[in-house]
């Protein structure tokens, strides 16, 4: 069983940054993949970006490429999104997701833990 919580969201201006946080329960978190997601109101749920259990390897949605990065650190069991030059469009609640798994998975199908979710908000 894993337990995630995320922290970080919040108020920003377009072209602003935020970091947002993924903490993880458990003593195993090094052998999941975490992904984040995103749905804003109305709206199914996204794909946004994904880093394998090791770290070694990361996916992104083609909307967050070169503004959006996924560091790890496993040591803290914990996983953040990094977001930069941050637009109106990207206002959304965001979740992060894990699954046991050594692949690379970017669909919210295949993750087994959620956690509640922060709200993002960009003003133009």
């Known amino acids: 069983q894993v337990q995630l919580v995320e922290s970080g969201g919040g108020l920003v201006q377009a072209g602003g940054s935020l970091r947002l946080s993924c903490v993880a329960s458990?003593?195993?978190?090094?052998?999941?993949?975490i992904g984040w997601f995103r749905q804003a109101p109305g709206k199914d749920r996204d794909f946004v970006s994904t880093i394998i259990a090791s770290g070694e390897m990361t996916g992104h949605a083609e909307f967050v490429k070169g503004r959006f990065t996924i560091p790890r650190d496993n040591a803290k069991n914990t996983v953040f999104l990094q977001m930069n030059d941050l637009k109106p469009e990207d206002t959304a609640a965001y979740y992060c997701?894990?699954?046991?798994?050594?692949?690379?998975?970017?669909?919210?199908?295949?993750?087994?833990?959620w956690g509640q979710g922060t709200q993002v908000t960009v003003s133009s």
């Open positions: 458990g003593r195993t978190f090094s052998s999941y993949a």
């Open positions: 997701a894990a699954v046991a798994t050594r692949g690379i998975p970017t669909s919210a199908p295949l993750f087994d833990y």
